[in-house]
């Protein structure tokens, strides 16, 4: 059975709560209202489950960015992947995200390596954070690291960056998940918008320098994290793996509020939608969308219609797209999102097609590779 530890966590306006040594959350008789979205690890639309090199700002599993910052923006440090290390998760779980240093990263002032989620307004307008009625909250997650001590992270403030909770917990022993807990009584001051963009990012610290930590339990201006944390990208293939993760209303955690995978999926596609995921379909790939030549010679409209109403105006990804006619054969050109104002559906448009006729039928196919794919991103 895996070692459990306790932790009491106290905020800076005297709020404690406490892991449970041994046993599951505090049961209750309503599932909670977890803001956090994929918190098991259960999607992956992007990667498939293949290791991800983290940039900074990139998505990774569902829903799950990083920054990899020191002085500018710094790429291939750590990787990030679902199930690393394919070690067993806790009981009740069967995903978890999994970071692994890249090297050896010796520690400066102005690193700044986490692993986070930023949440969207309108799912936290209910905690009337900025006022002086906010609410308590208790974040709570399995962790399990090679490393052992103390780790850090914070409720950043995205909206201005200068009203962040600054927390740590302790990591007791090496290799096995442990049950953690974190409370604070909410934010009175700042600015927390409540409608569709990010004003407040969970970030869990890899690697933090001073320039950007701060004592643990206390409201900071300028903070990413801890002070006295672990360095965990110190060490070349030290492992961070994480998963359960769940904020709620109140000062005390509730177990973890599994839902149907499809219901997950779908709060990921308010965010980023991926037609097909990049390791199936090797061979071929489904059709996409059909459209139409234009009157001109060189260009053709789709229509794009989204899974779920997206959070906001989508970006598009795409990687190895092309047009295909069945009596005619594949086509190469540039496709490019139109009326992207519409978070419901869009068009798609390529050009710089050669031997189009108008009124032709024409569908948007990919080429044949495992890595081909179309997304629309509307990411926080």
């Known amino acids: 059975m895996s070692n459990i530890s306790v932790n009491t966590i106290t905020d800076a306006l005297g709020g404690s709560t406490a892991s449970i040594n041994g046993l599951t959350p505090q049961a209750s008789n309503m ?5 956090i979205i994929n ?83 309108f799912n936290l307008a209910d905690l009337a954070w900025g006022t002086a009625n906010a609410k308590p909250v208790t974040l709570s997650f399995w962790v399990r690291s090679s490393a052992t001590g103390t780790f850090g992270g914070s409720f950043r403030n995205n909206t201005s960056g200068n009203y962040n ?28 918008p409540t ?23 206390t409201w900071s201006t300028t903070a990413y994290g801890a002070t006295g944390c672990v360095d965990l990208l110190n060490t070349s293939g030290a492992t961070f793996y994480i998963t359960g993760v769940q904020l709620e209303v109140g000062s005390t ?64 990804f795409q990687s190895g797209l092309r047009i295909y006619s069945p009596n005619i054969g594949a086509r190469t050109g540039s496709i490019t999102l139109q009326n992207s104002n519409a978070p419901h559906g869009s068009n798609l448009q390529i ?20 890595t081909d794919y179309i997304g629309f991103g509307a990411e926080l």
Not at 67 to 81: C, D, L
Not at 168 to 176: D, F, P
Request: aromatic share 12%; net charge neutral.
């Open 31 to 35: 599932q909670p209202f977890n803001r």
């Open 39 to 121: 918190g098991a690890m259960t999607i992956d639309q992007r990667n498939a489950g293949a290791s991800y090199s983290q940039i900074n700002g990139g998505y990774s599993l569902d829903r799950w960015n990083g920054t990899s910052f020191n002085g500018g923006v710094t790429t291939g440090k750590y990787t990030v992947q679902q199930n690393a290390g394919s070690v067993t998760p806790p009981v009740g779980f069967t995903k978890y995200l999994g970071v692994t240093s890249s090297t050896a990263l010796a520690s400066n002032a102005g690193d700044i390596y986490t692993i986070g989620q930023p949440i969207e307004g």
């Open 165 to 192: 909770y600054i927390f740590s917990y302790i990591i007791n022993s090496a290799n096995t998940w442990e049950y953690k807990t974190i409370y604070t009584s909410g934010a009175t001051s700042g600015a927390w």
């Open 195 to 217: 409608g569709n963009t990010g004003p407040l990012q969970i970030m869990f610290q890899l690697q933090v320098g001073s320039t950007y930590t701060d004592t643990a339990g």
């Open 253 to 316: 955690a509730s177990p973890f509020a599994h839902e149907n995978v499809g219901d997950t999926l779908r709060k990921c596609q308010r965010y980023y939608w991926q037609l097909p995921p990049s390791s199936s379909y090797a061979s071929n790939m489904p059709m996409i969308s059909a459209g139409q030549a234009w009157s001109s010679t060189n260009a053709a409209n789709f229509t794009a219609t989204f899974p779920v109403t997206m959070r906001a105006s989508p970006t598009l």
């Open 351 to 370: 050009s710089g097609v050669s031997s189009l006729s108008g009124g032709q039928m024409w569908y948007i196919v990919g080429s044949g590779n495992a």
